[in-house]
């Protein structure tokens, strides 16, 4: 696997796809990010992203089916690999440690 660490987006991205399933596709990617973050996500950086992520071997594509609506188009879907799965179990696992290590005082004063 190429490169081991995500960044914040692609750790985004590949929480996006995980939770599309069977609809994760870019433009799909695209509005599910663009919702839960509130700040517009272009579609040419999802697109760097999805490549980025399938060369370090955490997801893999393939097309659909052509249909009319699309102009006989076909959409290229994603889907996490376990070596995605075990990155995206990594990062939140690593932030679970962190969060927990925040005394509950700083909290209280919040």
């Known amino acids: 696997m190429k490169g081991s660490n995500l960044g914040e987006f692609e750790e985004l991205v590949l929480l996006t796809i995980a939770a599309l399933m069977d609809e994760a596709y870019s433009v799909a990617i695209c509005d599910e990010l663009s ?7 272009k579609l040419g950086v999802v697109h760097a992203v999805l490549n980025r ?7 893999k594509s393939q097309l659909g089916e052509a249909t009319k ?8 879907f994603y889907e996490l690999t ?3 799965k075990e990155a995206l179990i990594r990062a939140k696992s690593m932030r679970d440690q962190l ?3 925040i005394p509950s005082l700083i909290w209280k004063n919040l």
């Open 35 to 41: 919702r839960h973050t509130e700040r517009s996500v």
């Open 53 to 59: 992520l399938e060369e370090k071997g955490l997801v």
């Open 69 to 76: 609506t699309r102009g006989g188009k076909r959409k290229r």
């Open 82 to 84: 376990m070596q995605g």
């Open 99 to 101: 969060w927990n290590m």
